[in-house]
DNA sequence: GATTAATTGACTAATAAAGTCATGTATTAT
DNA sequence: ATAATACATGACTTTATTAGTCAATTAATC
């Protein structure tokens, strides 16, 4: 039960532009370098964002991405979603009519609360949370260098 | 991010054999039919499960399959741990060397609460608890049809 | 108008999951 | 004994999804 690339590596670039925020465009392709994923594919992975209105874009010279909200307003659930749809475990979940035993299977209940822990995690976490994670991580590996 | 059906299936053949607990054999093929999974497909999916012992069989003419250990002792991170392996949402979360970014990266993080937060829901559930549960289930089917 | 960089669409490759089929082995009943 | 039954095992096929690439387009700046 595995996230998707899409999910695992959107998140990636988002956190990515959440250390950026509020320091004009930054390239697509210095993202892509940075999270080391290939550009192409990080173009099919940001344009729902896009156009979901959180990240901003412009083309051209001078041009690239940002993160159009402040970090702390987005929360990794609504990302997640965005990137990868519902986490339910199992169909049934969301879809009780695509299963003739819905209403009748104990099992559907654990799904369910399977999504629900998981959805509970997700949305008790903004991309600033990570920020504030991602920096206490990068001045840890500075001072055990020294 | 779904569970694989091996997880659902088996989980599903599992209950179907709790509820039979201390009634003898049963025909793989019968809870086959009830849990309308393919008899051919269900024959792997328990294998692993009489292997580990939680299962018990034995073949030919009145023979069949049991749940070899009572169902409350037996939780669901278990059942599923055999069935699909570990919840972890990414690879890092179980194995860190497998990338190069694990340490220094926040997302890393989420993904291991992620993972938590399905174990805690999956091992505070016992076969018991499903058993219970689906006999409820059934009552109330019964009931709303008078 | 040349260059840069995001946007979009079509396509391919890789991987894993799901499921089937055939054969083998153990057990029981006659 | 042997026929019938039912689990056990392995090889194989199919299907679906994800992951990723490539090429062409559009918009912005210098």
Same mark, same amino acid.
């Given at each position: 039960?595995k /996230?998707s690339?899409?999910?695992?590596?959107?998140? #990636?670039a988002? *956190?990515d532009?959440?250390? !950026?925020?509020?320091?004009?465009? +930054? /390239?697509l392709?210095?993202?892509?370098?940075?999270? #080391?994923?290939s *550009?192409?594919y990080?173009? !099919?992975?940001?344009?729902?964002? +896009?156009?979901?209105?959180i990240?901003?874009?412009i083309?051209g010279?001078?041009?690239?991405?940002?993160?159009?909200?402040?970090?702390?307003?987005?929360?990794?659930g609504y990302?997640?979603g965005?990137?990868e749809?519902?986490?339910?475990p199992?169909?049934?979940?969301?879809?009780p009519e695509?299963?003739?035993r819905?209403?009748?299977?104990?099992?559907?209940?654990v799904?369910g609360e399977?999504?629900?822990?998981?959805?509970?995690?997700?949305?008790?976490?903004?991309l600033?949370?990570?920020?504030?994670r991602?920096?206490?991580?990068s001045?840890?590996?500075?001072?055990?260098?020294?």
């Open positions: 039960m /996230l690339t899409r999910a695992r590596y959107g998140t #990636r988002l *956190l532009l959440a250390l !950026h925020y509020k320091s004009g465009p +930054v /390239l392709k210095d993202v892509a370098r940075r999270q #080391r994923i *550009l192409s990080l173009q !099919h992975l940001i344009a729902p964002m +896009v156009a979901e209105g990240v901003g874009s083309r010279v001078r041009g690239g991405v940002w993160l159009a909200k402040p970090p702390e307003e987005i929360n990794l990302i997640i965005l990137l749809g519902s986490l339910a199992a169909e049934c979940v969301d879809n695509t299963c003739s819905s209403g009748a299977c104990a099992t559907q209940d799904w399977i999504k629900e822990a998981i959805d509970t995690v997700l949305e008790s976490m903004t600033q949370d990570l920020v504030e991602q920096k206490n991580k001045h840890e590996e500075i001072t055990y260098q020294i």
